[in-house]
């Protein structure tokens, strides 16, 4: 997949997500996106080797129905999402352990089939619902969702750009070879930078910017673990795109990969500062 290409599209399309987040009310947003992240689901169910269409319909009905128990059983404060959302941060923090170890799961037999298909689930349903919380808690939550959106593209970008003139460390030859730590490094600062521009809009004091600051910098290194996960899935299963959806995106979950890890360790994030 071509970096290059990813960029642009995302650039091309960038406008839809934009309009979606900033006008559409929150059930209907949360609605929009769970279709997109259970599509990028099914994308994933390849990568356990699940090819009947029954089990794999079965699959993504069953987090669906998690999806609207979560909604439905929120309880005062929206407490399930908040839950979920910290069973997300719990979950890429034990992904980092998994990169350590990448041959993990990589047998096809049952026992790995099944934590990968587990492993799908704890990507997309937390951070569905940490974009639930983000968007409909806070009275800018359309602000800081965007926010959040962007800081991802932003480091997408900006390890592109970096990573192509000066990269020349991998930073995990055995799962994405074209991933530098110099790609790495221009990713933070890129989003580092957009943080420090839309810092007013946010409705937050400069004295908030440190804050912000670290809160973004966690934000973008989890997308490179999102981003590495799932080539390291795609490396297991012999895959090169999980799709063929958008040009130089592969499929859906090739392009929602760094925003699964990113979005609930965002939003925890924003909590636990006080942002």
């Known amino acids: 997949m071509s970096r290059k290409q990813r960029v642009t599209t995302a650039l091309i399309l960038a406008p839809i997500p934009i309009l979606a ?10 609605a929009a996106v769970a279709a997109l992240m259970l ?3 099914w ?19 069953a987090n669906a129905l998690l999806m609207v128990a979560l909604v439905w059983g929120g309880g005062p404060g929206l407490f399930t999402l908040k839950v979920a959302s910290l069973v997300g941060v719990v979950w890429w923090g034990l992904v980092l352990l998994w990169l350590a170890r990448p ?23 937390p951070a569905w619902c940490a974009l639930g919380w983000l968007h409909s ?3 800018l939550g359309a602000r800081w969702t965007l926010v959040a959106l962007g800081l991802v593209w932003a480091a997408d970008s900006g390890a592109y750009f970096a990573g192509s003139k000066f990269g020349k460390r991998k930073l995990a030859p055995s799962i994405s070879p074209g991933k530098t730590w110099e790609g790495v490094v221009g990713g933070l600062a ?32 989890i997308s490179v673990v999102g981003d590495l996960f799932e080539s390291l899935m ?19 979950m090739d392009r929602i990969d760094s925003l699964m890890a990113a979005l609930p360790v965002f939003v925890v994030g924003k909590a636990w500062l006080g942002l």
């Open 43 to 61: 994308e994933w169910t390849s990568f356990a080797g699940l090819e009947e269409k029954p089990a794999r319909l079965m699959f993504l009905t």
């Open 190 to 221: 890129a989003s580092v930078l957009l943080a420090a521009l839309v810092l007013p809009l946010l409705g937050l004091a400069w004295s908030s910017l440190p804050a912000l600051a670290l809160l973004t910098l966690a934000t973008a290194a």
């Open 39 to 41: 599509a990028g689901l």
């Open 21 to 30: 987040v900033l006008f559409l009310p929150t059930p209907w947003l949360a």
């Open 234 to 252: 795609k490396r297991q299963s012999g895959m090169k795109d999980s799709g063929t959806l958008l040009p130089g995106h592969g499929g859906l």
């Open 103 to 125: 041959g993990l799961g990589s047998r096809d037999n049952h026992a790995a089939r099944s934590f990968k298909l587990l492993a799908g689930s704890l990507c997309v349903v």
């Open 137 to 139: 808690e806070d009275p």
